[in-house]
């Protein structure tokens, strides 16, 4: 890695001490003072230093991958610590880019949750697939930013074909269409200010969602503007599925009382526990009551794509809009998700706003520019990544790795059900299995089950492999696997459980 450019004439020199090539200036008078408009920057490097530079990187990448099933699905580390390590101001000059590289490789990055892991079960996980991975390298370095069809037309026909793609497996009619979002939280944000324009933004709006929604609901009716007393939480039934009758109820109460229901959302599997709202009654619902449905699918809605999974979500295609997480079960790297709306044209009437600036930008009927269609106006290229990925591995091999998740899931709850150790918290409806210590016959009561679980999450998580984590269940405590990883087998799944039975006796002792 001996070359360098000069940056006053922009030629390529060998660094002193490899000799200079017949390019190159006799002297270096590289240095800020002396650079012109006209010279290079010092922000670039080689050809030949760019490639060792990725090729040290990628080895550092394959390197971790290959090592991961024999490493724990979490590192972390105090505060104190990593700012020691971390904190300070930005250097005036720079230091020898594999020193970096190393530095963010062995010391940076491995300070987080590998929700890659074979063994990562908590919260809810993804698995890139490589030619995502590489995806996401190649779209920062060619700069793409899907904006405008302008600025990006290739990008841009991808990304309809891939919100195509999705809008065959959701069961939408031609006219259906959407975007790409950063994830489930952006594109609950989109979907409710276009169900609000909808409804033309009336005074006293209000949305409504079961109380095993997302978070993200909460925030993204805040974000729009709805008041406290419009964000309505209807009671879940035993399975934590919306109730029918209190959600009718709460509207009808509402109504009454002024205010103004502007959207419905849905659960396509909750994140506590997977499970799926009566898509079919509340689609009913919404068409006679000419109200938004939004279906939450960013975990569950790529079950989809298998014979099984669309029998689950069946409804989903009737909603408004649908919310779904390539980089949760369709195995990208952060970030992708996605919004479809059954009528794209709802979309575009919420979000285009005309600005002089890019008034150059226009192409016209059928190019649409993506940012008409969202919160973003700079944009990366999501696309290329699920594009990429299913272009090289095929559907076949998709539906085999989601269904896995559903068979893995159903696997571990049969092991939940057998253990005399073990209680089921919910029937499992997707991927996600919620359990707890509970021995037959030793009777404790809740604290004491709670006090046994919350120490079993502990041991688990200083002390195996696995990553777990916890939901509250009916007030209960529940431990709870998500399993969706591609390369998860039924081993890791079952040493999992055998060590939280172990971990679980030992609490008792
Ligand atoms: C059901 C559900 N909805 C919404 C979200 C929010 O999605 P994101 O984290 O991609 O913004 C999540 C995240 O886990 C989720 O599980």
């Excluded at 996980?125 to 995502?132: C, K, Q």
């Excluded at 793409?144 to 959701?170: C, H, K, Y």
């Excluded at 649908?322 to 979000?351: C, I, N, R």
């Excluded at 059900?417 to 707890?436: A, Q």
């Amino acid at each position: 890695m001996g070359m360098e450019y000069d940056r006053q004439s922009c030629k390529r020199y060998k660094k002193p001490g490899n000799g200079m090539d017949q390019d190159s200036n006799e002297t270096d008078t590289r240095g800020a003072s002396q650079v012109s408009a006209e010279s290079c920057s010092d922000l670039q490097m080689t050809p030949e230093q760019m490639l060792d530079l990725a090729h040290r990187a990628i080895e550092l990448v394959i390197e971790r991958i290959e090592k991961l099933p024999q490493e724990g699905a979490w590192d972390g580390e105090f505060k104190q610590e990593l700012e020691d390590q971390l904190m300070g101001l930005p250097p005036e000059l720079g230091r020898p880019a594999e020193e970096v590289l190393e530095q963010a490789a062995r010391k940076i990055l491995p300070m987080a949750s590998r929700h890659d892991h074979p063994r990562s079960f908590a919260f809810i996980p993804t698995s890139p697939t490589w030619p995502g991975v590489l995806a996401e390298f190649m779209t920062a370095a060619y700069a793409v930013n899907t904006a405008t069809w302008l600025t990006a037309s290739g990008p841009s026909q991808v990304e309809l074909a891939v919100i195509d793609w999705f809008r065959r497996w959701v069961g939408y009619p031609d006219g259906a269409g959407g975007l790409l979002t950063s994830g489930g939280s952006s594109a609950s944000v989109n979907a409710l200010v276009a169900a609000r324009e909808n409804a033309d933004n009336p005074q006293r709006a209000a949305v409504y969602m079961s109380d095993q929604s997302h978070s993200a609901h909460i925030r993204a009716a805040r974000i729009i503007g709805i008041r406290p007393e419009g964000i309505r939480m209807i009671a879940s039934d035993e399975h934590y599925r919306l109730d029918m009758e209190a959600l009718v109820r709460a509207v009808m109460q509402d109504r009454e009382q002024g205010l103004s229901p502007i959207a419905i959302c849905a659960n396509a599997g909750t994140s506590s526990t997977g499970a799926i709202d009566p898509l079919e009654a509340m689609a009913e619902f919404c068409e006679q009551e000419g109200i938004w449905l939004h279906v939450d699918a960013a975990y569950g809605g790529f079950a989809v794509v298998t014979d099984v999974g669309k029998q689950r979500l069946r409804g989903m295609e009737r909603a408004d809009s649908v919310g779904m997480d390539a980089h949760k079960w369709f195995f990208q790297p952060y970030e992708v998700g996605s919004l479809l709306v059954k009528d794209v044209t709802t979309l575009e009437k919420a979000f285009a706003v005309r600005h002089d600036v890019l008034q150059d930008t226009i192409w016209g009927a059928n190019h649409p520019n993506f940012s008409d269609r969202g919160l973003q106006l700079s944009r990366s290229f999501r696309a290329l990544k699920v594009w990429m990925s299913v272009q090289t591995f095929g559907m076949a091999a998709f539906r085999r790795a989601v269904s896995k998740g559903l068979e893995l899931a159903e696997r571990a709850e049969e092991f939940v059900r057998e253990s005399p150790d073990l209680e089921l918290m919910n029937p499992v409806s997707l991927s996600i299995v919620c359990f707890r210590i509970n021995p037959a016959g030793a009777g404790l009561d809740e604290d004491a089950l709670e006090k046994v679980n919350r120490a079993v999450l502990a041991h688990m998580f200083w002390d195996s492999p696995a990553l777990i984590s916890s939901t509250t269940l009916s007030g209960k405590f529940s431990l709870r696997l998500c399993i969706l990883n591609y390369t998860t087998r039924w081993k890791d799944v079952k040493e999992t459980l055998e060590a939280i039975v172990r971990f679980g006796r030992e609490a008792q002792s």
